[in-house]
């Protein structure tokens, strides 16, 4: 089945129930229908085609959902952009991915026309409430959905390309993460599985919808029949809590920037979002003591820490029942999915041991937009001759039970002193200190050494002293993990998706 096959059998049996609240916004199931069918003609007319690349450039509104689903009705690929993309970066997805068209926000649209440059044969199409675009040769958003809605015969099935999402490139040049039709509905299935969504949930979606994580919030609602509550960021908690209680929120994806921002705030009690049912978190893992506060905040929650990445959308989660046991742990992996634990060899290793995890699903991307090389790097013979395995760049280890610990990416890992470091175990003593509100690790170079640790903190107590943090540290780590020096910021640099960055946090920092 196709993605937006699902809005469509939707559509028919729940027209008049809210699919989307965006702000002053709500559309039901049939408008969503409508309106992306609408679209979908409009795209077909000006010559968009099966296969086509489109990319959505815009903020979290109802018409990037809008704009999404009417990409996939006219059998094209969509590319969602998150909206702080510079206009170089636009510039070289463009070009890399030959993009057809390009739907941005009217605000965005001096950055599309930047990357644009001359001579393209891209569209423009951007969303205004004006007939006359703000770019004399765009096409409004708005005029478009006044195209009469039909069927597109493009003839698509469900192992064509639906998406093509950029990872962040934090090395190099962003790579194109190819999805096919298939591959995202395995996704939305299993995580609306375990997280057992129903009709009646309503999610809450701070996240971008340019992040997969955001981006299958609105699948997954989608799927499931629910009601999904858009806003475009979580810089004021508090108004974000009052939409929450307004709408009687029951999901809440979250974060571990955003639980630290909560876990700071004195004037909220437990019971606070008393609609609530459950609390999701990856993009990073969510340090035990930041797990043990948001459970006292939300006493009768069930919270799923999991981990995932670009290349296959989710890989584990850890079920709620099991936090008191492993609180450390990423936990199982999800439905329909395999993972496990291999040497430099590719074979699995013993329990207890560290080395790569392997992803092996019907999840997993087709590989990387006309990048052969770097595909042949994540995507390798699996277990049987027809199939390629995940290998995802992150050391694990696996207990006897078959629950997954996150040690840390393969080249994150700090050699010092002849010993290798993780980050991640060094952060979470850090995080486990009440008085640091975030933590991220890094190696400096050392002539004796060969990597000094060092500890850049966010401070939640303005007292606490260097001396204290390594005294903390000393005493839940071995010697040779404890950080030599300490770095005090009033801030750390995070990416697109609020993921606390290591490589921009190890960069210099400019003298005041």
Not at 89 to 109: M, P, S, T, V
Request: glycine share 6%; charged share 25%.
């Amino acid at each position: 089945m196709r993605v937006e096959d699902i809005l469509r059998q939707n559509a028919k049996r729940l027209g008049d129930k809210t699919v989307l609240v965006a702000g002053g916004d709500r559309l039901t199931y049939a408008e969503l229908d409508d309106r992306s069918d609408r679209l979908a003609a409009a795209l077909w007319s000006q010559g968009v085609t099966r296969g086509d690349r489109v990319l959505v450039f815009m903020n979290n509104c109802w018409e990037a959902t809008v704009a999404i689903y009417a990409i996939l009705k006219a059998g094209a690929v969509f590319s969602p952009i998150n909206a702080s993309t510079k206009a170089d970066k636009l510039a070289y997805i463009i070009e890399n991915c030959r993009a057809r068209a390009i739907i941005a926000q009217e605000k965005l649209a001096p950055v599309a026309v930047e990357a644009l440059g001359t001579g393209t044969s891209c569209d423009l199409i951007v969303v205004t409430k004006n007939e006359t675009p703000v770019v004399p040769y765009a096409r409004s958003f708005d005029s478009l959905l006044q195209v009469e809605p039909m069927p597109v015969p493009h003839g698509g099935i469900d192992v064509d390309l639906a998406m093509l999402i950029y990872t962040s490139g934090s090395t190099g040049r962003p790579k194109g993460v190819m999805m096919n039709h298939r591959n995202i509905e395995a996704a939305a299935t299993s995580i609306t599985t375990y997280v057992q969504n129903v009709e009646d949930d309503i999610i809450l979606n701070v996240l971008p919808l340019a992040f997969d994580y955001g981006l299958y919030q609105l699948f997954m609602t989608i799927r499931t029949g629910a009601t999904l509550v858009l806003e475009t960021s979580f810089s004021f908690p508090q108004a974000i809590f009052d939409v929450m209680r307004r709408e009687r929120v029951t999901g809440f994806p979250l974060v571990p920037t955003m639980a630290a921002l909560i876990l700071q705030m004195r004037d909220i009690e437990p019971g606070f979002l008393p609609d609530l049912r459950y609390i999701t978190n990856t993009a990073a893992a969510l340090p035990p003591a930041h797990i043990a506060r948001l459970r006292e905040l939300f006493p009768n929650v069930r919270l799923y820490s999991m981990y995932g990445l670009t290349e296959c959308k989710r890989c584990t989660y850890l079920p709620p029942e099991q936090l008191d046991n492993r609180p450390g742990s990423v936990g199982i992996a999800i439905p329909n999915t395999e993972a496990f634990v291999v040497d430099d060899e590719g074979k699995v290793v013993a329990p207890g041991v560290v080395g790569e995890l392997v992803i092996r699903g019907p999840h997993v991307m087709q590989g990387y937009w006309e990048n052969d090389e770097a595909t042949a790097r994540m995507l390798r013979p699996g277990l049987n001759p027809w199939e390629k395995v995940l290998y995802t760049g992150d050391l694990f280890s696996m207990d006897r039970d078959g629950y997954l610990y996150f040690v840390g990416r393969k080249d994150d890992i700090i050699k010092t002193r002849g010993e290798k470091v993780a980050p991640k175990e060094v952060e979470t003593v850090l995080h486990s200190h009440p008085g640091i509100a975030e933590a991220v690790v890094i190696g400096i170079p050392d002539p004796v050494l060969g990597q000094a640790i060092r500890a850049i903190v966010v401070l939640s107590d303005p007292l606490l002293t260097d001396r204290e943090i390594i005294r903390h540290c000393a005493k839940n780590l071995e010697d040779f993990m404890v950080p030599k020096s300490v770095e005090f910021r009033t801030s750390l640099p995070k990416t697109d998706t609020g993921k606390v960055s290591r490589r921009l946090a190890a960069e210099p920092q400019e003298s005041l």
